[in-house]
């Protein structure tokens, strides 16, 4: 994420009482945005994986040079025992070859990418992947790594994949409303994700800088390198054959929005977009919620939050009508509470229309 309260604000008045970030530096004030939202209620709280794994010279470090970088099986260790020390909640590690972004890149090898998980393993930290494509979806299967994010575009995952997700303990966070914009124009889709902010209940709260963000990807800005076989219909098959196997879907949207930023995808409002598409990919209504609340509370080792129960933590949204028959009444909130304290959603709406 782009580390501004801004956006931890943006979530919490849509409903995001945490979120669970997946790349973010420099540590200090990754150390120190996690600590300010720890403290504030007017703010979603926030774990964070920190700086990510990557190979020298690959994605996304060929543009950030000061990015560290994992070059061999060796260095694992080194790496995430660095992490933990600077607080890394659990470790991000990249599987990305640049295709998707017009260029050939390294990336990590096998046996560094297993050697990874193993580190994070034994220092008690979750592994998390990002997957761009069925060759690397299969290397973070085949290396250990817990958690997978994002789901290849070209095909979707095969049975033998599937059953091996759901034998291995895997989950997997699709973030389909990112995969929706990052696929061509061309592209089968929905318009499930494409039309959400349109919705008087979403566009109310959301500042300039969002709306714009969101028109840029209606404009197909976010396809900078379309590849031919890309099709988002590829992704809702993947999580309708994941979720029949009982393999955990997390809901998840890669929010992201920074200035420059590709393919921007708004915090908090988003959200409602992924449950939207999680329903068209086969979940019901209620499946969609726990994906978005006990589901990741579970997975992620947060124990005091994501369910209604004496002694957990008051994170609670309020709407108008029944998401277990309609998800898009998860958009319709009356009140978000953090920790036992309520959201001014009033007054936040009365900033972004100021």
Known sequence: MYGVESNLELALAFGVTTELDMFMGPPEATRALCELAAERADLADLRSA?????????????????????????????FVAARQAEGAHFIKIMLDDGVNHGMSLPSL??????????????RSLLSVAHVSAMWSARLALDSGVDILTHLPLEAPLDEAFVRRAADGGRVVIPTLAILELSAPQSSP??????SWADDPRIADHLPDH????????REGLCVEHPV????????????????????????GTDANHRPGRACPVVHGASLHAELALLVEAGLT???ALTAATSAPAAHFGLGDRGVIAPGRRADLVLVAGDPTEDITATRSIEAVWRGGVRFDREAHRKRVAS
């Open 50 to 78: 920190g700086l990510l794994a990557s190979a020298p010279g690959g994605h996304p470090g060929v543009g950030m040079p000061d990015l560290p970088t994992v070059a061999g099986p060796e260095q694992a260790d080194a």
């Open 285 to 287: 209504p209620a499946q």
């Open 210 to 217: 969002a709306r714009a963000a969101i028109a840029e990807g």
């Open 109 to 122: 090898a096998p046996a560094t990418v297993t050697a990874l998980a193993d580190a994070a393993r034994r």
């Open 228 to 251: 031919p076989e890309h099709r988002f219909g590829h992704a809702l098959s993947s999580v309708a054959r994941l979720h029949r196997a009982g393999v955990p879907v997390l809901a």
């Open 189 to 194: 889709a929905t318009g499930v994700g494409r």
